[in-house]
């Protein structure tokens, strides 16, 4: 008998959901059917359930139908209840009738949904969050705002300017499509490329192998803080959001501050990886860039910064060094990083053992997973902001926004390797093994208590990837001598570069010390001052704290390795 993981059966249906993966954005319809399932089984089971969500509609359309006749204002419903704050409404032409009753109509319409939904006793907390989610879009689909005739601003444009809005539209959607086909980026994103509109900061790579090169940058400063930095950044896009313009720059601040600045660039990995694994990415990684700047550097110790996948990636790498009694890392700095995936915020929608093996058979069939292909699932967690508001704004209004190079670097995407990612996905996202100790290196578990190094940890309010609470749980399990939590303003990306002379910053903190007792995280967030600016102010300065007297700057001409010596961006930074 064949084994059934290599039989002709199994490879077909391999093929088959690579194949239907193009058109579903990777998204398992055996997972959504099954959360379907359960809440409408449920749901049928519930009578008394079906009456109330009946009469919660009927209500609705009462209030609608009488909404013409209501003089409140500000968007308050007959019964005095606020309506949701909404900015696609926020302009004054939405209050006149007939807008007003299209606009406070869907309001009341997915206010409802979310509630019938979320009410149904008896289905998974997931299922029902899947539910929601797919209703949500369904509803997002006839929302007033998205089409010309029922939003006033676009109507309004339209018979002021002709049709000139729509034909402008018309011809950016085009361009869009041609690009697109051609595999080209986004409208302005040639204004961007590393090493001449971002990644500016001069350095040189000083060591490479086939994963990654190591970029030390040049220093600015007569003296420097004796304690090296290395920043591992997330393999899932480009290392440069940490060296994007000059004026938003971490690298470039750091370096001016007077810090010895190393910085992994990680290879866009192609068909010929797929067997790269986590391992590789540890010891091909971080201890390789570790060996290099220690023997750089006559065997200084280390400050370590990993940001996203990355931090996720050198707590690991932390956990094992300290079990092994490498003591080589004198601090750890995790930005927007999760090590305990339980409450691994919207992205958990699109993640358990049905989706998992889905998206296992397509890396399969074509060796890696490519970020484009997770784009619209990421696209859909916030489709009014990245969906629907942009294709009013190029395609209704004939205004592209302009391209930023936040945005150009959101463009240039990467891929995952096969193996690496499927244990990513399996062991520390769904089965949560770091956290609850069952991950290994080099054959031993590893745990989050391993950890012996003082820790700096960032999280961002808005993060949709790694919400603050998951990442705050790092104190849960923690044994490091102290901890120092910060909670920033903005998102995933937009939080952690939060430049000082950014105008609309600000940022909590405290430091938490063996012995001290655990606070909840709504606690923390009630009894935390909030302070104005910059995160990165107050990072340095614990950098600099714990980095001793300041030294004579390393030389940038000495390098080693297997193809290094060329300057900043580096090679891998343009791998497509």
């Excluded at 890696?368 to 209004?397: C, E, H, K, P």
Aim: net charge neutral; glycine share 8%; hydrophobic share 40%.
């Amino acid at each position: 008998m064949q084994d059934k993981e290599t039989s002709p059966f199994n490879a077909f249906d391999v093929y088959f959901h690579a194949l239907q993966g193009r058109g579903t954005l990777n998204i398992s319809p055996p997972a959504v059917g099954l959360a379907c399932c359960d809440w409408a089984l449920h749901l049928l089971n519930a009578p008394g359930k079906q009456a109330g969500i009946l009469e919660d509609f009927q209500h609705l359309v009462m209030e609608s139908l009488l909404a013409p006749l209501d003089k409140g204002q500000g968007g308050e419903s007959r019964d005095g209840e606020k309506q949701s704050v909404d900015r696609r409404f926020e302009d004054p032409a939405w209050q006149e009738d007939p807008f007003r009753t299209f606009y406070r109509f869907f309001l009341s319409l997915d206010r409802w949904w979310q509630n019938s939904a979320a009410e149904v006793q008896g289905v998974t907390p997931h299922h029902t969050d899947v539910v929601k989610f797919i209703g949500k879009q369904m509803l997002d689909l006839v929302c007033p705002y998205n089409y010309v005739g029922t939003n006033p601003e676009i109507l309004k444009l339209t018979l002021e300017s002709g049709g000139l809005n729509l034909v402008k539209g018309m011809i950016n959607y085009l361009d869009d499509l041609n690009r697109n086909c051609l595999g080209m980026g986004p409208n302005g994103a040639e204004n961007f490329i590393p090493g001449k509109g971002v990644a500016r900061t001069p350095g040189r790579v000083v060591y490479a192998n086939r994963l990654m090169e190591l970029i030390l940058y040049s220093p600015t400063t007569d003296k420097v803080h004796g304690t090296p930095v290395l920043i591992v950044p997330a393999w899932i896009m480009k290392y440069y959001i940490l060296d994007l313009s000059p004026e938003n720059s971490l690298v470039r601040y750091l370096v001016d501050k007077g810090h010895t600045v190393f910085m992994i660039s990680w290879k866009n990995p192609g068909h010929e990886d797929r067997e790269t694994s986590m391992d590789d990415y540890l010891n091909l990684g971080i201890m390789a860039a570790m060996d290099a700047i220690t023997k750089r550097l006559n065997g200084r110790k280390i400050h370590t910064v990993g940001y996203c996948l990355g931090g996720t990636l050198l707590a690991i790498a932390g956990a094992s060094m300290s079990r092994d009694g490498d003591d080589r890392m004198k601090t750890m700095t995790l930005l927007a990083a999760q090590t305990d995936f339980t409450d691994a915020g919207e992205l958990m929608l699109f993640v358990d053992h049905a989706q998992v093996t889905y998206l296992e058979h397509i890396m399969e069939c074509q060796d890696y997973l490519d970020t484009s292909q997770m784009a619209g699932a990421f696209q859909l967690l916030r489709s009014n902001d990245l969906i629907w508001s942009r294709i009013v704004s190029n395609y209704l209004r004939g205004e592209p926004r302009p391209m930023n190079d936040l945005m150009a670097w959101n463009a240039d995407a990467t891929r995952m390797p096969y193996r690496m990612h499927s244990r990513y996905l399996r062991e520390l996202f769904l089965n949560n093994g770091f956290s609850d100790g069952k991950f290994k290196v080099k054959g031993h578990s590893v745990a989050v208590s391993d950890i012996h190094v003082p820790v700096f940890m960032v999280a961002t309010e808005k993060d949709h990837v790694a919400p603050w609470f998951s990442v705050y749980k790092f104190l849960l399990s923690s044994d490091a001598p102290s901890v120092t939590f910060l909670l920033t303003s903005g998102g995933h990306n937009a939080g952690i570069i939060s430049e000082p002379n950014h105008p609309r910053r600000h940022y909590r903190v405290s430091t938490m010390t063996e012995g001290d007792k655990y606070v909840p995280p709504e606690r923390w967030l009630n009894e935390t001052p909030v302070k104005k600016g910059s995160w990165w102010i107050p990072w340095q300065r614990w950098l600099a704290r714990n980095s001793g007297s300041k030294v004579a700057p390393p030389g940038v001409e000495k390098y080693s390795g297997n193809t290094p010596g060329y300057p900043a961006p580096g090679n891998y930074v343009f791998g497509k």
